[in-house]
């Protein structure tokens, strides 16, 4: 369990192609059952912790940072129904959005989400895809992905962020929210508390019976769940060689954190 839970971060240049060859395919993952996104876009603001706080964060941040420069264009990882491009649209609605997604059910809730803003742009495409591929064209202002990353493994988020950094214009920024990997078991123990005590919160304010969403704090790390640690994950961004990389949040287990190329 330990090993897992602190696993050492070694950068391997070279070593990705062979790693493509296990990368598990996202059309068997849960994603690609629609009941289960539903599910997820109908619950997120119980069981994501502080979910709006986390779009306030996002938001500023891409007022300070982002907007200021002409002709803005963005890219959302694991998009989902739209929820992040959305905030920033509603921010600055003529920004040039493309959204990328493994669930094409997703897709549609983002294109619905989406009807009435003129420069959105939708890819199906698994994050392995966008890897293994190259699948994503030009460059951006601002790459955004939200609970999203933790589905691949350490070595094709590196991967990944590779591919991000040469997919951001200089000065562009990568931020990424999502839940990690406590480094220590202890670490752990109190922060899966924190997050049942949130979740019980909402459950007070909201009347809701039952322990259905206790058991989303069991799935965590199971099967198609693998989080790492946030310091593997700002160490691989700086060694790729973003700059200004830091945690922008954090709550237990739920980060914000990013750099800049
Ligand atoms: C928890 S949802 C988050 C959606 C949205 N970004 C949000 O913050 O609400 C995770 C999303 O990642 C997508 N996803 C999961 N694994 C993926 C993969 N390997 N490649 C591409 N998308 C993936 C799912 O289809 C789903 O839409």
Same mark, same amino acid.
């Given at each position: 369990m330990s090993a897992i839970l602190n696993p050492p971060y070694v950068p391997i240049p070279g070593i990705f192609l062979l790693l493509f060859e296990v990368m598990i395919e996202?059309?068997?993952?849960?994603? %690609?059952? %629609?009941?289960?996104?539903?599910?997820?876009?109908?619950?997120?603001?119980?069981?994501i912790v502080e979910r709006r706080r986390l779009l306030e964060i996002l938001r500023s941040f891409y007022n300070h940072f982002i907007?200021?420069?002409?002709?803005?264009?963005?890219?959302?990882?694991?998009?989902?129904? &739209?929820?992040?491009?959305?905030?920033?649209?509603?921010?600055?609605?003529?920004?040039? %959005?493309?959204?990328?997604?493994?669930?094409?059910?997703?897709?549609?809730?983002?294109?619905?989400?989406?009807?009435?803003?003129?420069h959105?742009?939708?890819?199906? %495409?698994?994050?392995?895809?966008?890897?293994?591929?190259?699948?994503?064209?030009?460059?951006?202002?601002?790459?955004?992905?939200?609970?999203?990353?933790?589905?691949?493994?350490?070595?094709?988020?590196?991967?990944?962020?590779?591919?991000?950094?040469?997919?951001?214009?200089?000065? &562009?920024?990568f931020l990424n929210i999502d839940v990690v990997l406590a480094p220590t078991e202890a670490l752990e123990r109190w922060y899966l508390l924190l997050w049942k005590e949130w979740i019980d919160e909402r459950k007070t304010l909201l009347k809701i019976e039952g322990n259905y969403f206790d058991e989303i704090i069991k799935r965590y790390k199971l099967a198609e769940n693998k989080p790492d640690t946030l310091d593997a994950?700002?160490?691989?961004?700086k060694y790729i060689g973003f700059k200004d990389v830091d945690c922008f949040y954090k709550y237990g287990i739920f980060t914000m954190y990013g750099g800049k190329k």
């Open positions: 996202f059309n068997k993952s849960e994603w %690609a059952n %629609a009941e289960f996104s539903q599910e997820y876009i109908e619950n997120s603001d119980i069981y907007n200021k420069k002409p002709n803005i264009r963005i890219l959302d990882l694991g998009c989902g129904d &739209g929820i992040i491009t959305h905030e920033l649209l509603k921010v600055n609605n003529s920004i040039s %959005a493309t959204l990328i997604d493994g669930s094409e059910d997703m897709l549609n809730k983002a294109r619905k989400r989406l009807t009435g803003f003129n959105t742009h939708f890819i199906k %495409a698994s994050f392995q895809e966008i890897i293994d591929k190259n699948l994503v064209q030009g460059n951006f202002d601002f790459i955004v992905s939200s609970l999203a990353i933790h589905h691949i493994t350490m070595d094709e988020k590196e991967a990944l962020f590779r591919s991000i950094y040469s997919h951001l214009d200089t000065d &562009g920024y994950q700002i160490e691989a961004l």
